[in-house]
């Protein structure tokens, strides 16, 4: 193992808020630093490798987690890199000036500088975040999974998901996103364009460095699909590597094919869209899968579609 990374075997899950924080405090101090920033931010930095992975994450995420660490340990272990956490207490947008005056104090120190590649990473709201912030690492690489751009309502006021998140402010310090990622050297932006609020939202991120990766019928459940199927640390790899192009995403998402969040998303929306064919057809895949027999009495339920005898578990569809 190497000395620098901290034990793999560590376990946080399930441990009470201050037990658990007194972890993460000790990982800090151990490897790096963890750091409070005000009452509903801080920072977890782990000096390892020459990358570094800047993922930002909500407490309460990191706490669901399998060991109760944040989404990039994983990558500590795979690949050796740095790490730097941004955490916050609530939802996650990180529109706080103690976040602000620490990311410009990272820009005055050259801390972004001492590596020889650096990724942004985050999902949603902490999509928002990762590349708002991706400004300050000049050359970064930014892979954000349905980021929203901005909340200010003057610009995205037909977006209803987040009324209260409308009283903070997106106009000032990193705040709109789009905006931001203009010196990064490449963008990646995961969506599903059926999903019309993420879509407009990602139609916003129109940069020449931008590369915008489809993943039809995933929906608000896109990273819990793609964390299902193992997928993110191939993604974030690829990220890292300026190799994650629409072929290469196109290979990984196949596994969607046998992912159980996935389907039964698409079921739902077949249903609801009164789709009998297309609903049929998705039935008979699902009799290849582990849960042939939930698919079974859906296939049963429609008129004149007989179920097909299931058999083992195919990975071939």
């Known amino acids: 193992m190497n000395e ?15 037990a658990w924080q007194q972890g ?48 990039g340990f994983e990558m500590l272990q795979r690949t050796g890199w740095s790490l730097l956490v941004l955490i916050c ?10 976040v602000w005056n620490y990311v410009d104090r ?15 990473y985050g999902h949603h709201a902490t999509g928002y975040a990762a590349a708002a912030f991706s400004v300050a690492s000049p050359g970064a690489r930014v892979l954000a999974l349905r980021p929203i751009a901005t909340l200010d309502p003057e610009v995205a006021g037909w977006d209803r998901r987040h009324l209260a998140a409308r009283r ?26 059926r999903h019309a609020a993420d879509a407009v939202h990602a139609a916003l991120f129109r940069r020449p460095n931008v590369t915008t990766l489809r993943a039809a019928h995933a929906g608000a459940r896109l990273e819990q699909i ?3 199927a193992g997928l993110i640390p191939a993604l974030l790899e690829l990220a890292m590597e300026d190799r994650l192009d629409r072929a290469a995403f196109a290979r990984l998402w196949r596994a969607r094919r046998d992912n159980a969040l996935y389907l039964r998303g698409l079921l739902r929306q077949l249903e609801s869209a009164d ?7 998705l039935c008979r895949h699902g009799l290849t899968t582990p849960e042939a027999a939930h698919y079974a009495r859906r296939l049963e339920a429609l008129p004149g579609a007989a179920p097909r005898a299931a058999g083992p578990v195919s990975r071939a569809s």
């Open 168 to 193: 903070l402010d997106f106009t000032s310090r990193y705040g709109y996103a789009p905006d931001m990622i203009d010196a990064a050297e490449r963008v990646t932006v995961v969506h599903d364009p």
């Open 106 to 120: 990272l820009i005055d120190e050259g801390f972004f500088e001492d590596f020889e590649r650096v990724l942004f």
């Open 275 to 281: 789709h009998p064919a297309r609903l049929a057809r």
């Open 89 to 98: 207490d609530n939802e996650g947008w990180f529109r706080a000036p103690r």
């Open 226 to 228: 793609l964390d299902q």
């Open 24 to 71: 993460i405090d000790a990982i800090g101090e151990e490897h790096g630093y963890y750091e409070r920033l005000g009452s509903d931010h801080a920072a977890l930095f782990i000096d390892a490798g020459p990358r570094l992975l800047v993922s930002f994450e909500t407490r309460d995420a990191i706490r669901r987690s399998p060991r109760g660490l944040p989404r």
């Open 4 to 18: 620098m990374l901290p034990d793999p075997e560590i376990d946080l899950s399930g441990l009470p808020i201050e």
